[in-house]
C-alpha cells in the first residue's frame, strides 16, 4: 500500500515563493495520479493541481494556474512549486493519490492521502 509524506511547509512572507514535496513509499505500482490540495480553517478541501505519474500530463485549478506548477522530481517525489504567494495561500496543504484513469479535482476519487504540512502566509 503506498504512503505519502508532505514537507516544506512554514511560515513564508507574501510575495515569496514556496516549494513543497510530496514523497510515495510502499507498494508503487502502474499509473496513478498525485494531486495536491489546501484546506483553511472552517473551509472544505480545493483542489490545487495534478499530475498524472507515468504520462506527466498536469491539471491546476484555474485559482492557481499560473502561480502555482507542479512537477515529479524523481522517481518517488512530486512537488509544488508555490510563486508570489499571498495570505489567503495560507491552509493545511495535503498530496494523495488516485488510481483513476481521469484526472480529477474531486477530493473523494482520492484514496491514499498524506497527513499535510502547513503553510502560513503573513502580510
Known amino acids: 500500500q503506498m504512503q505519502l509524506k508532505e514537507s516544506g511547509g512554514g511560515l513564508v512572507q507574501a510575495g515569496d515563493s514556496l516549494r513543497l514535496s510530496c514523497a510515495a513509499s510502499g507498494y508503487l505500482y502502474g499509473d496513478y495520479v498525485v494531486g495536491w490540495f489546501r484546506q483553511a480553517p472552517g473551509k472544505e478541501r480545493d483542489f490545487l493541481a495534478a499530475?498524472?505519474?507515468?504520462?506527466?500530463?498536469t491539471y491546476y485549478a484555474d485559482s492557481v494556474k499560473g502561480r502555482f506548477t507542479i512537477s515529479r522530481d524523481n522517481a518517488n517525489t512530486v512537488s509544488l512549486r508555490m510563486d508570489s504567494v499571498k495570505p489567503e495561500d495560507t491552509a493545511l496543504y495535503y498530496c494523495?493519490?488516485?488510481?483513476?484513469?481521469?484526472?480529477?479535482?474531486?477530493?473523494?476519487?482520492?484514496?491514499?492521502w498524506g497527513q499535510g504540512t502547513q503553510v502560513t502566509v503573513s502580510s
Open positions: 494523495a493519490a488516485s488510481y483513476s484513469p481521469t484526472m480529477s479535482s474531486e477530493p473523494d476519487d482520492y484514496s491514499t
Open positions: 499530475l498524472n505519474w507515468i504520462g506527466g500530463r
